[in-house]
């Protein structure tokens, strides 16, 4: 039995604080705690209850912060930084002429190199099921795609 209760929260409070819980954070998360405990208690017998308080806090804690429910701190519209996400012009133009390059390139390569690559690539199909597809052997569609990422590389080169 925890005889003075006070103090015991104020314990189970800095604690929280201390890892990083604003005041009110740690408030509420006490209050959360102590509401588990107390309806824990309903049911059976608690030895250490100022224990079971923290224990309780701390996992409610963790629990909070690994949903994403923490709150983030109120920064006042005139002090926020905007940062603009965009790529720059520069990057998209190079994506571009990049992307058209690759383009070109995989037009260039025999139309069932290009799909088994293309299937392996993009869509993630595994070689041996390119090869059932295809009727191959899964070491005949490895070499179809190592082919395909070598003249790929090499077509790609200083871009």
């Given amino acids: 039995m925890i005889t003075n209760w006070k103090a015991a929260l104020a314990r189970v409070k800095a604690v929280l604080m201390h890892r990083g ?13 102590w509401l588990r405990l107390a309806l824990y208690e309903r049911d059976q017998k608690v030895n250490q ?23 983030f ?11 603009d ?15 058209a390059r690759l383009t070109e ?15 392996h690539r993009l869509n993630g199909t595994s070689y041996r099921d390119i090869a059932k597809e295809h ?5 005949s569609v490895e070499k179809q795609i190592a082919k395909a990422t070598l003249v790929l590389a090499r077509f790609m080169e200083g871009w």
Avoid at 105 to 119: K, N, V, Y
């Fill in 21 to 33: 819980r604003t005041r009110q954070e740690a408030e509420d998360l006490v209050q959360e705690a």
């Fill in 85 to 99: 996400a965009a790529p720059a012009v520069e990057a998209i133009l190079l994506g571009k002429e990049r992307l």
């Fill in 49 to 71: 209850p100022e224990a079971f308080l923290m224990r309780a806090a701390l996992n409610l804690s963790i629990d909070e912060f690994r949903s994403g429910r923490h709150q």
């Fill in 105 to 119: 390139c995989l037009a260039s390569l025999d139309p069932r190199t290009q799909q088994i690559f293309l299937a």
């Fill in 73 to 83: 701190v109120h920064v006042p519209t005139e002090e926020q930084v905007l940062v």
């Fill in 135 to 139: 009727g191959l052997s899964v070491s």
